[in-house]
Nanobody
């Protein structure tokens, strides 16, 4: 069974850090472009970081630039999202997703314009930033 499993969410104070993990089962993560997305209550899902399989290029929106870092550990078949200097507005359910069909060519396209076309999603992990 092909699936993505997220972990690492939790409650953290403003200014703190968390590292989220997205582990693949039934697929080799390094073969696919992977993105992290979040959804807060009452808001649309938004992409916060994407890494492309073709060249390892990454995309971050301005809202997380310089605070979030996406990385891969191929030996563990896992993609990480390191989140630093967290803010209350970072609160939400965080999902990872894979471009299983391999049709998306840029990080911005994956994170912003075409994420609704992604075929494979994890179940999500909740991040709460609050004092």
């Amino acid at each position: 069974q092909v699936q993505l499993v997220e972990s690492g969410g939790g409650l953290v104070q403003p200014g703190g850090s968390l590292r989220l993990s997205c582990t693949g089962s039934g697929l080799i993560m390094d073969y696919y472009s992977i993105g992290w997305f979040r959804q807060a209550p009452g808001r649309e899902r938004e992409g916060v970081s994407c890494i492309m399989a073709s060249d390892g290029s990454t995309y971050y929106p301005d809202s997380v630039m310089g605070r979030f870092t996406i990385s891969k550990d191929n030996a563990k078949n896992t993609v990480y999202l390191q989140m630093d200097s967290l803010k209350p507005e970072d609160t939400g359910v965080y999902y990872c997703a894979a471009d299983y069909g391999g049709s998306i060519t840029t990080g911005q396209a994956m994170c912003v314009q075409r994420y609704n076309q992604l075929e494979l999603w994890g179940q999500g992990t909740l991040v709460t930033v609050s004092s």
